[in-house]
């Protein structure tokens, strides 16, 4: 007996790449970047990261020769990491006048002013124990590390910080930057907050970088348990009533359920960080020939993009501005 065959067809609609990209529901573009960057001492510098292949440690001459190709690839913004010279319990490098950030984000505003400026708001890349705040007695205690992030942060936006992005997890922290800032007069500078940051094993080249793994213990107390989805959304409500404009979600493909829940529940515009074990795990699998490089990136960010994303944090941001172009 024959088979009525169906009325509808979907493959009519990917029959040609014209077809295909006529009904696309989700795209690429390099604004949809923004490129993290590593700045460290020193004159030109470029040091390689072995874990993170094509990604450097940067002096601050070099990351604005980094920064004016970024510019010119269309990428609109970096978000911008420190590497002190020195480090100690209470991370001083972080908030310093003439701190490592600091004198790249004055650098980067006088060469390259219009790109976007990014500030990741931490300490773990300047304390000698390498956690996001204060230790006492071997506990990373809430209140006195949030009262020196918010020195951190006003000490980036007066170097001229364009965003200021809290990434440390502690309680409240968004509220106080908010408060410190507006009493200072920046009251026009928004956050964004790494809202749902997860204690994920996909840190590791990042760690590598920033030369900031946790020297005893790790960061399970304040960062987010992989298991948690509701404490996600109630973590990024709290920060939006504290004050935050954007939110983000990290690392970004393991958690992609909770970037669309975020985006369809709350409409706020939402960032997504594709982190440095996402981006090694595809440069060496790319490298073992086991996938196709250009289409495991393009595929990896355009997920995350239709999760939700309105920009991606992502070390494959020239890359894939190049391969858009």
Known sequence: MAVAFPVHRPRRLRGSEALRSLVREAGLSPLDFVYPLFVCPGEGVRVPIESMPGVCNLSVDCLVEECREVAGLGIPGVIVFGIPPRKDALGTGGYEECGIVQ????????????LLVIADTCLCEYTDHGH???????????????????????????????????????????GAIRAVLDQAGFERVPILSYAAKYASSFYGPFRDAAQSAPQFGDRRSYQ????????????????LEEGADMIMVKPAMP??????HAKTALDVPAAA??????????????????????RSMLESLLCI??????????????????TLA
């Open 224 to 239: 987010m348990d992989p298991a948690n989805h509701r404490e996600a959304m109630k973590e990024i409500r709290l920060d």
């Open 273 to 294: 960080y594709q982190v440095s074990g996402e981006f090694a795990m595809l440069k060496a699998a790319a490298r073992n020939g086991w996938l196709d490089p250009e």
């Open 103 to 114: 004198e790249a984000i004055r650098a980067l505003k006088r060469e390259v002013p219009g």
């Open 132 to 174: 996001c705040g204060v230790v006492e007695d071997g506990d990373v205690v809430n209140d006195a590390s949030v009262e020196l992030l918010a020195r951190t942060a006003l000490s980036q936006v007066m170097a001229g910080a364009d965003v200021i992005a809290p990434s440390d997890m502690m309680d409240g922290r968004v």
């Open 305 to 322: 993009k239709r999760a939700g994303a309105d920009f991606i944090l992502t070390y494959f941001a020239k890359d894939a501005a190049r």
């Open 255 to 260: 958690y992609l359920d909770v970037l669309y």
